[in-house]
């Protein structure tokens, strides 16, 4: 069961991810599909498209047909759901993707009926998938469709008022999927751009492929300083963007800032993660800023549920509603970052007039899945009576682990839904406050862990 997670289905290839678990996991997938036709793409890594000829086999035993689009981003494999396909438009999509996992790992990313299949019903589907037998084999039933066509023009035409820009622009693919579409995009575009690491190579020889480490961005920032105005980073499946800036690494939560000023009274949901400068710069431009839970498929539904045009998480998962379709989509966000620039928006200009702040990376706490979520509700307890000459606390946000909210700042702890982590964040106005903050956070976290 460690293979079904909160947000998609992950694990080790032919350790966890065989012919057996993955076959099941089609023909299950295909009881919850009440359509006839999924939708399904890979990844760069060499046993995606092995994957892929097990997934086939259980979906089609479970009577559905396959549409093939072979290796894509995975933002391609979600636009397939919005496009018809000489009639068709599918009812599902599954991505086959490990996204920034090292090489050994794979995993299916599943809307269904363009919503994300998350939570309870991947549980669910995992219980059953325990217990039941292999399906028989039935005839391949598979369809190709050209989704990178599609999307490549799609782009070119949404964005042609950009052809002529003559910034320089640099980009990292990080040899994950994001190469198949960028050449095409920008060189249909007329732009001035120069990409390193763009041909898709599941082994990643030059670096892990997930740009929220400033370790993986060492390549592209050396060639922003030489012959660059902007750069951007793609993780593996280019679903999460990195901007880089001569003077700024801009996180997804301001980036989410500079999108929404070109938008009207925007609703914007960001995860509680995000800072608080996002939030209050929001309101006070005349949008809507919702606090919610951490996760693209927390956020999706979320932006559904409040018709947001826009959402965010620090790591660069960036959701577009606004002249979109609501998914997270790092090429989307690549160029309307450009636009923003076209338009005359000096980016580090903005960012330099908001609020200073002093905030931490995400901090990562050890614990186990068994006592990840229990430490949290024992924390829960403890802010209720916290010790003697603890700071102030203002409010308490519980939305998705506790979010402390102190005179001059915050301090975040909630589990992760993915792995056996506590992840922390802390900001204030007050960099000795900060530091504060994060101390005896940390020390309720001890305290917490030791009455377990």
């Known amino acids: 069961m460690s293979i079904y997670r909160e947000y998609d289905i992950r694990g080790i290839f032919e350790k966890e991810l065989n012919e057996a678990s993955v076959v099941r996991i089609g023909y299950g997938l295909a009881s919850r599909i009440e359509g006839k036709y999924v939708s399904v793409g890979y990844d760069a ?4 498209p092995i994957l892929f000829e097990y997934l086939v086999r259980g979906l089609n035993a479970g009577g559905k047909t396959v549409l093939d689009m072979a290796m894509v981003p995975t933002p391609v494999n979600y636009f397939t759901s919005y496009q018809e396909w000489n009639g068709i438009t599918p009812d599902a999509s599954v991505m086959i993707t490990g996204s920034h996992n090292p090489s050994e790992y794979n995993g299916f990313k599943i809307t269904v009926d363009k919503a994300p299949f998350f939570g309870e019903d991947i549980y669910a589907l995992g219980r ?9 084999t039935v005839a391949r039933d598979v369809i190709e469709i050209d989704a990178v066509s599609r999307y490549v023009d799609f782009m070119i035409k949404e964005f042609t008022h950009l052809k002529g820009m003559r910034e320089r622009i640099v980009y990292d693919c990080g040899n994950g999927v994001a190469g198949i579409v960028t050449e095409k995009i920008f060189g249909g575009l007329g732009l001035n751009t120069k990409g390193i690491y763009i041909d898709p190579d599941g082994t990643f020889p030059n670096h892990h492929p997930d740009p929220s480490d400033e370790h993986n961005l060492e390549d592209i920032k050396k060639l922003l300083e030489k012959e660059g105005d902007i750069a951007f980073a793609y993780d593996g499946d280019a679903d999460r963007i990195a901007v880089l800036t001569h003077k700024n ?12 000023m070109k938008m009207t009274n925007p609703v914007v949901v960001g995860e509680v993660k995000c800072s608080q400068v996002m939030y209050d710069e929001l309101e006070r431009r005349g949008g809507t800023a919702i606090m919610y839970k951490t996760g693209h498929s927390n956020l999706k539904v979320k932006m559904k549920e409040v018709g947001a045009d826009l959402a965010c998480e620090v790591s660069g998962h960036v959701f577009f509603k606004n002249r979109y379709f609501g998914y997270d989509d790092a090429i989307y966000a690549t160029l309307r970052m450009l636009e923003l620039i076209h338009d005359g928006i000096d ?14 990376e995400e901090i990562k706490v050890e614990t186990t899945e068994k006592e990840k979520f229990l430490i949290i509700d024992r924390l829960k307890v403890l802010l209720q009576n916290p010790p003697k000459g603890f700071p102030h606390i203002k409010d308490i946000i519980d939305v998705d682990g506790v979010r402390v909210i102190f005179d001059t700042g915050w301090g975040l702890v909630r589990a992760s839904n993915t792995t056996p982590i506590l992840v922390t ?11 504060l903050y994060e101390r005896v956070l940390n020390e309720l976290i001890a305290e917490a862990k030791g009455s377990l």
């Open 347 to 360: 980016l580090d200009a903005e960012l330099a007039e908001l609020p200073e702040v002093f905030s931490t």
């Open 45 to 48: 890594r060499s046993h995606s």
């Open 249 to 260: 690494n801009i996180k997804g939560d301001m980036m989410a800032l500079l999108y929404s």
């Open 425 to 435: 964040r802390f900001e204030s106005t007050c960099k000795a406050d900060a530091t």
């Open 128 to 136: 059953e998938i325990e217990t039941m037998p292999m399906p028989q």
